[in-house]
Structures are given as structure tokens and as C-alpha cells.
């Protein structure tokens, strides 16, 4: 079905593009920079939504039953979600090499977006936690958890960042998106301390042009 929709994409030349969006989404920010690495980003119209895990925002349900961002709505009306497929599909859509088409260098880009992805989501689950949940309701040592998967794979990266160099794909782009989230919403978790490399690298590839067209607005 994805070549079918490629091809006619390509049929039309220009085609336009809708995502369902939010500002401070890890998982839409990484789309979002992908498209723009890849050059794609001026045919992508933001429709603004309310994702929310206990009262779903109806136009997003409409498009992705999960109810989460991000969605895309290609010209042919086509649906697609998660990120991971919509990123996809970009890369395909311009031709791109944001990721490697096979060999090691392709499962190490795609665990690489994995590991970065599953910080997003435990973020994204802690950052809920207390956002969402009633305060009777909490128990710290669930948004611990979520929190010791974060430091686990923040170790990791900063293994994986003295290698990075100057490389931009959907394993560097995944891991941009999610520090800029634990920025955002986890300062004081202070990742970059006893992270060095990573951080180093997170300065170089914060001031792409994609990132800074991307950044989430102050609160
Ligand atoms: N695996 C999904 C995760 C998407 C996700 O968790 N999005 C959040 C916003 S950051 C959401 O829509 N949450 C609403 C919900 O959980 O219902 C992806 O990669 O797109």
C-alpha cells in the first residue's frame, strides 16, 4: 500500500500534506524535521489538536483511532501514524536517506530512532503523570521508573554520541527531538551532567536550521 501511495504522490508532483500537530510532541517535532531535512517541509499544512489519553481530541480520533499525534493526511486522503511510518513515508515521498535502504548502518539508525523514541515515550508517560493525573491517583515510584528508562538511555546515547559526528538521519533526528523534550519539560533532570559527549553533540545539532524552525515556543 506504501508504494501505491508513493508513486501517486510522485504522480503529482507537489504534493500537499496535513499533520496533525502540537508544538511540544517529540514524535511530531521528529516528523517535522524530517521533513525539513528533506526539503519537504513548506507542503506540510499544521492542523493544531488536542491529543489528551483520557479525553481524546475527536478530529484527531477521526483520522488515527489511538487518538495520539502525530497523523498525516497525505493529498489522496490517505492516513498515516505513528511517527516512525510517517517519517517513513517523507523519506520515501523525497527520495531521501535519512535512512540507510539496508546493512548495518539501516538496524543501527533503526535502533538508534528506537532508543530515542522510547525516552519520548517514557517522558512523554512521567510528564502525563503528573499533568494528567489526579494527584490522589499518582505513585512517584511509577514516574520513577519512567524516569531510570530516561537515565538508561541517556547513558547509551552518550556512549553512541562520541560516534555521531556530523551524521543527520532518523536515529540522530529522534534523539535531537527527545532531549529538546526533556529540556522542555525535565530541566531538572540536568541530563547533561556526566554527559559530555552528548551534550557537545546536542549544541552542534540543536542549530540546524530544521531544529530551530522547530522549536517548541516558550510556555
Ligand atoms: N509511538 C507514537 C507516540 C505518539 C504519542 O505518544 N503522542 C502523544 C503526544 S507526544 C499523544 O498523542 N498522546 C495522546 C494520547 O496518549 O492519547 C509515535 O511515534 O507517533
Not at 538511555?153 to 554520541?161: C, M
Not at 556530523?166 to 554527559?195: H, S
Amino acid at each position: 500500500m506504501r508504494r501505491s501511495i508513493v508513486a501517486s504522490a510522485a504522480i503529482h508532483g507537489r504534493v500537499a500534506l496535513k499533520i496533525f500537530y502540537s508544538a511540544a510532541s517529540p514524535f511530531v517535532r521528529k516528523c517535522l524535521v524530517a521533513a525539513h531535512e528533506l526539503g519537504l517541509h513548506d507542503r506540510i499544512e499544521r492542523l493544531p489538536s488536542a491529543a489528551h489519553p483520557i479525553t481524546p481530541d475527536k478530529a484527531v480520533v477521526g483520522s488515527n483511532p489511538l487518538g495520539k499525534v502525530p497523523a498525516l493526511i497525505t493529498d489522496d486522503g490517505v492516513v498515516l501514524h505513528d511517527s516512525r511510518v510517517i517519517c517513513e513515508y517523507l523519506n520515501a515521498l523525497a527520495g531521501g536517506n535519512l535512512i540507510p535502504p539496508n546493512g548495518p548502518a539501516r538496524w543501527n539508525v533503526l535502533l538508534e530512532q528506537s532508543l530515542a523514541d522510547g525516552m519520548s515515550d517514557a517522558a512523554v508517560l512521567a510528564r502525563y503523570e503528573t499533568a494528567m493525573r489526579p494527584e490522589a491517583f499518582r505513585w512517584n515510584e511509577w514516574t520513577n521508573g519512567q524516569l531510570a528508562k530516561i537515565n538508561a538511555a541517556l547513558d547509551e546515547f552518550e556512549t553512541r554520541a562520541a560516534g555521531f559526528g556530523e551524521r543527520v538521519d532518523l536515529g540522530t533526528i529522534a534523539f535531537g527531538c527527545a532531549l529538546a523534550y526533556l529540556d522542555y519539560r525535565f530541566a531538572d533532570l540536568g541530563w547533561r551532567g556526566k554527559r559530555a559527549n552528548a551534550a557537545a553533540w546536542y549544541e552542534r545539532f540543536g542549530a540546524r536550521a530544521s531544529m530551530v524552525a522547530t522549536r517548541i515556543p516558550a510556555a
